[in-house]
């Protein structure tokens, strides 16, 4: 499975699928979802999650299934709960 991630005529997130040419809105642009990724620095410190952890928590508050081949959204998601970790000192990186 290969994906790209680029940007809509109208500046949204989109991601493409290049193996059927399909596209779809990014993660980024539902509203819940951000709002996840807000509270996420929070929950990771204070439940100490991992990555895991943290990837279903988004889930679930974003009310949505997978966000993992969004390349937008993973690394949105990824940048936040590895700055936590880093901070709280939670887990290893790298």
């Known amino acids: 499975m290969s994906f790209t991630a680029t940007h ?3 500046g949204n ?6 193996e059927t ?7 980024v642009e539902n509203p819940a979802f951000r709002s996840a990724i807000e509270g996420l620095y929070d ?3 204070e439940m100490d999650a991992d990555c895991d952890m943290a990837y279903d928590w988004v889930c679930e508050q974003a009310d949505i299934s997978t966000f993992v081949a969004d390349k937008w959204a993973w ?6 709960w590895e700055q936590s970790a880093v901070d709280g000192g939670h ?3 790298g």
């Open 8 to 10: 809509s005529l109208q």
């Open 13 to 18: 997130h989109i991601i493409k699928d290049d």
């Open 21 to 27: 040419g399909k596209w779809f809105v990014s993660a």
């Open 43 to 45: 929950f990771v410190g």
């Open 75 to 80: 690394d949105m998601f990824y940048s936040v």
């Open 91 to 93: 887990e290893q990186i």
